[in-house]
């Protein structure tokens, strides 16, 4: 389907909204950055594996021990990124927050966002790509507030630390959603708003 | 590989701290036996390139990382050692494989391949193609504020290939600098997308005071069959073989009064005629001039010509003498001594205090070329020691240093050079130290003024004044008479 087609829908939606395959879509493009994620913790799963290996041949409990904690982590967050991927296919906007506020918090980094609001739901992939795109970014420490101010999302960034500048939005998702850098992070707009 | 063999080094650059711990392990296994350096903070790349000079023998590096991303990361290595292997490790698959390659990575391995299969493999492919390069693809070793300046403005001027013209002494390194343009030239068409080869591209390199006048107007443009006794068959000159590269004539000035009318012919029309020819063949290449002479001066006496000047001189870079810029005296010797060990296998020397003073207070008239055959003489006679001493220097370097120089005579001599060279500089810029209004100090008060300042260091002692002002003593005692210094 070509990107016109993808527009064309959004008329579909009654409130003039994007619609729900548009939305899918558009959640879909964070699914290369999540794999890129799901190869790096495999590729330490491996690594671990080899190391777990030789430690056993060579007797060396203490890299057996290390080893096996390294992948085991790798493990879990493969099995996160994995959980993020499914729950994006859900779309429920809720359940990917709390998803969100669960990897971020592994990071020592907590996320506020306000609960059932519809207005979030019609940002779901902006919000998505950013919060993926702030995670290995943040120091640990620090806060984000997600708020709604009027038909726009704001995310602000607290703590130690610079605030991060926004991301670029690809082809597609620019089409839709704009970012407007502020104070402390960016907002979220439609762009026919 | 056995213990005794130097283990070779990875610098392993990913955002991911675990993968670089768990591969760091892997690769650190006696089953490879690399030394391995792990950095997970991309924007340190340049300080720990810097700080591991020359133990580094392969960088391999994640793509996507949020503070600087791996292709910059290949661009840092590329400028500070266009020698040094970078392999590119990522989860992003092969999509931007050609493109990296042709930007210069020696490997690409995808994290989805084990590392302990892959990566060990595409180390050995890509240090196999490290190659000692002498000459135009050394690296810079620079620490000067004067030698970053240069550097920046050879960055600059990657967007536009504009005549560059380098004027500096010789040994100063005029022709790594002319590479250092062609590379980043390159470096830019890549980045814009430009399919770049080294058979389109090449750098071309003519010395214009090598060859006798009917030689070089050959070389440069070329020749048909039967032209002049000897041409056989048509021959491409320098300006159609450099295609859209670049083409570096060194020694410009040396260059004939009728070859300089034709050369500005080639530049301003951009096109060029073989020896023996009828028909102008078009040209592309970037002309990279340089000179050790003073060229302004030439063009003044109506030695070199004044169109020809400003045509080659739209950007004109100026490469500090080595004695300008002490500070690089040190790092140079450094790298230079880690080369030596590396190619004749040894055990890497060390420069002694007073043999790094005693190379810092020399004045170089050869440059950077002279410090690096000292270091290598130096190096060759220097037997099995582990260091390098004054002793080691030649002659004219270490008599003037004499073994008694005390570590107060090392402090007296670092705050004399300061002062050496802040009157050399006020000799090149035209002003006294002490110049006002109503009295600018002649050239012979100045250099009366200076041996009067190095007797009073060095408490009227000849030979150590004679030494701080690097002439011999014999020098000192006819000047102190010439100038009727009392001592």
């Known amino acids: 389907m070509s990107l016109d087609n993808i527009s064309a829908e959004e008329n579909q939606d009654p409130d003039g909204q994007i619609g ?34 030789k430690a056993l041949e060579m007797g060396q409990h203490d890299r057996l021990e290390r080893s096996s904690e390294l992948g085991i982590l790798g493990v879990q967050r ?18 990917i927050l709390s998803h969100y506020q669960k990897r971020y918090s592994n990071s020592e980094v907590e996320i506020e966002y306000p609960h059932q ?36 999302i704001v995310i602000e960034q607290h703590g130690e630390g610079e605030v991060v500048a926004p991301p670029e939005l690809n082809d597609l998702m620019s089409k839709f959603y704009r970012f407007i850098p502020a104070d402390k992070g960016w907002g979220i ?5 | 590989m056995s213990n005794s063999e130097k283990k070779k080094c990875v610098l392993l650059v990913d955002d991911n701290m675990d993968l670089l711990v768990t591969t760091q392990e892997v690769l650190e296994d006696p089953e490879f036996n690399y030394k391995v350096i792990i950095l997970s903070d991309s924007t340190k790349i340049r300080e720990v390139l810097e700080e591991n000079q020359d133990r580094i023998d392969v960088v391999v590096t994640d793509l996507q990382m949020p503070m600087k991303s791996g292709e ?40 989805a391949d084990s590392v302990h299969l892959a ?23 620079y620490r000067d504020e004067k030698m970053k300046q240069v550097l920046d403005m050879v960055t600059k001027l990657a967007a536009v290939p504009s005549p560059v013209l380098i004027e500096g002494e010789p040994g100063t390194g005029k022709e790594l600098i002319a590479y250092k343009v062609h590379n980043q030239r390159l470096k830019h068409l890549r980045r814009a997308g430009d399919q770049v080869s080294e058979k389109m591209h090449p750098y071309v390199a003519v010395n214009c005071g090598a060859l006798s006048k009917t030689l070089l107007e050959s070389q440069l443009f070329g020749h048909k069959k039967g032209a002049f006794t000897g041409s056989v068959a048509d021959q491409d000159g320098v300006f159609v073989a450099a295609k859209r590269g670049t083409l570096f004539l060194d020694e410009i000035t040396e260059l004939d009064l009728d070859l300089q009318v034709k050369l500005l012919r080639a530049l301003q029309e951009r096109e060029v005629t073989p020896v023996g020819a009828t028909k102008a063949i078009p040209v592309h290449a970037r002309v990279v001039t340089a000179t050790n002479r003073p060229i302004q001066q030439l063009v003044n006496e109506g030695k070199f010509r004044a169109d020809l000047y400003y045509r080659i001189n739209v950007v004109s870079l100026k490469v500090p003498p080595l004695r300008d810029r002490i500070g690089d005296i040190q790092p140079m010797a450094e790298a230079f001594l880690r080369d030596f060990a590396e190619e004749y296998n040894c055990e890497p020397r060390k420069l002694t205090e007073p043999a790094r003073v005693a190379l810092e207070s020399y004045q170089w008239p050869g440059n950077v070329r002279e410090l690096h055959n000292c270091i290598e003489r130096s190096f060759a006679l220097g037997g099995n020691a582990s260091e390098i001493r004054v ?11 004499t073994s008694d120089h005390s570590s107060d005579d090392s402090e007296l001599l670092s705050s004399f050079q300061e002062a050496t060279q802040r009157t050399t500089e006020a000799l090149v810029e035209g002003r006294s130290l002490t110049a006002t209004a109503s009295h600018f100090k002649t050239y012979d008060e100045l250099v009366a003024e200076h041996i009067r300042e190095a007797l009073e260091r060095s408490r009227g002692v000849k030979s150590r004044a004679a030494t701080m002002l690097s002439i011999d003593r014999n020098r000192l005692y006819r000047l102190i008479e010439k100038y009727q210094i009392s001592t």
């Open chain 1, 20 to 53: 729900t395959l548009d939305s899918y879509r558009l959640l879909f493009q964070v699914i290369p950055q999540l794999i890129h994620q799901l190869k790096n913790h495999l590729t330490v799963v491996q690594n671990a594996h080899f190391s777990m290996k």
């Open chain 2, 119 to 141: 990566l060990p493999n595409a180390i050995e492919i890509a240090m196999s193609s490290k190659r000692k390069v002498k000459g135009r693809g050394r690296k810079f070793i």
């Open chain 1, 117 to 152: 609001s519809p207005i979030i739901d019609r940002f779901l992939a902006p919000l998505v790509c950013s919060l993926e795109y702030l995670r290995p970014r943040m120091i640990k420490g620090s806060l984000i507030i997600i708020s709604v101010n009027e038909s726009r």
């Open chain 2, 72 to 111: 910059e990361v290949l661009d840092e290595v590329s400028d500070f050692d266009v020698n040094l292997p970078v392999i590119v490790f990522t989860g992003e698959g092969n999509k931007q494989k050609n493109h990296l390659i042709a930007a210069g990575a020696k490997g690409f391995v995808d994290k």
């Open chain 1, 189 to 193: 707009e439609n762009c026919g708003e």
């Open chain 1, 78 to 95: 493969a099995e996160m990124v994995i959980k993020t991927i499914s729950l994006l296919e859900s779309m429920d906007t809720q359940s």
């Open chain 2, 391 to 401: 002793e080691d220097f030649p002659p004219e370097i270490s008599l003037r240093f």
